[in-house]
């Protein structure tokens, strides 16, 4: 369970209600009107995702690109279940935990010491591996090749600080974690100096890429406990 409420960017859990029974989820990471298109076509009567609507800040006027994706929704009667920031933060299904599954990483604290929950993790490889060895190693998992801001090819990277998405603001606390390397799904300009200057290697592996993994676990982990159908859909998208 997650130590306390979190305070999001967006409506966590029911954002559009459809059919009271669910048959069939579909999940993928963000609810655009490509994914939608497929959870009709598939037959879904639940659209599971990471990257919901309303968010903060956003015009909250029905029209347009919205308009078209909540219509579809609506007509089609399918539920639209959303969580973002407590699908980052779970300690089980969590995009920051089932990224270290997919790398090998062993969890041994939390990135940032004074939040509770920490939004980001730190660990430990199995073993040592270079920077062309650590790289190769993200483009085999997420298939796609990150961007690496490093000095230094030959130096041995063991531990690992990550935080999936837009998160390369905390770069800041990896250095104070002092880690060798720092994993996130974005990267800035500032960012790049940052890494440079502090000597920690620093990955851009993907917003979408690093954040598959959450919601594919939530998705099998419901499918599991009600006995109904569950599929994954990847809508690509290179940032």
């Not at 000597?199 to 998705?219: D, K, N, Q, S």
């Not at 099998?220 to 159908?229: G, M, Q, R, S, V």
């Amino acid at each position: 369970m997650l130590e306390r409420p979190i305070s999001d960017y967006c409506p966590n859990g029911l954002q559009v209600e459809g059919r009271a029974e669910v048959k069939k989820i579909v999940t993928g990471v963000t609810a655009c009107q490509a994914l939608v298109d497929e959870a009709i076509a598939r037959g879904a009567d639940l659209l599971l995702v990471h990257h919901g609507y309303f968010w903060k800040g956003e015009a909250p006027n029905i029209v347009g690109i919205k308009k078209a994706r909540l219509k579809a929704l609506l007509q089609n009667d399918i539920s639209m279940l959303a969580y973002h920031l407590p699908l980052d933060v779970h300690p089980e299904l969590g995009n920051n935990v089932q990224l270290a599954k997919l790398l090998g990483l062993t969890v041994s604290g939390p990135l940032d010491e004074g939040a509770r929950p920490s939004i980001g993790l730190v660990g430990q490889l199995q073993a040592p591996l270079t920077v062309s060895e650590f790289t190769n190693l993200l483009n085999e998992k997420l298939n796609r090749a990150p961007q690496v801001i490093s000095n230094d090819d030959k130096s041995l990277i063991r531990r690992v600080g990550w935080c999936t998405g837009a998160a390369q603001g905390y770069i800041e606390k990896a250095i104070a974690a002092q880690v060798d390397a720092y994993i996130s799904g974005e990267i800035s300009e500032p960012t790049v100096h940052v890494a440079r200057e502090s000597g920690v290697h620093y990955f851009a592996a993907g917003h979408h890429a690093t954040e598959r993994y959450g919601v594919i676990a939530l998705g099998d982990k419901l499918a599991e406990a009600f006995n109904i159908e569950h599929e994954f859909v990847d809508i690509d998208n290179p940032v």
